[in-house]
């Protein structure tokens, strides 16, 4: 495989782990509440706004991290390295 196919799909992996880590904490929150124990939010506050006269373009992200979602990163890891 090639490297940069190879790249991508690491960021695919690590992102899905991310997401599936955050929304079984979501999920599990009620029973381990340790789950859900986050950081502060990163990410472009107030988004950046380009503002044209026929239409507006709005660029901005966030995110926080919580203990399900670096569980999720970890295991995406490690899934990732056994391809």
């Not at 991508?8 to 859900?36: D, E, H, K, R, Y």
Request: charge should be positive; aromatic fraction near 14%; charged fraction near 10%.
């Amino acid at each position: 495989m090639r490297r940069g196919k190879k790249g991508w799909l690491l960021v695919f992996f690590l992102v899905l782990g991310s997401f599936l880590g955050s929304l079984l904490g979501q999920a599990l929150g009620g029973i381990a509440p340790w789950l859900n124990l986050s950081s502060q939010a990163y990410g472009i506050n107030p988004p950046l706004v380009l503002s044209l006269d026929m239409f507006t373009l709005t660029f901005g992200f966030s995110f926080r991290l919580t203990v399900a979602g670096v569980l999720g990163l970890i295991i995406a890891l490690i899934l990732f390295k056994r391809l």
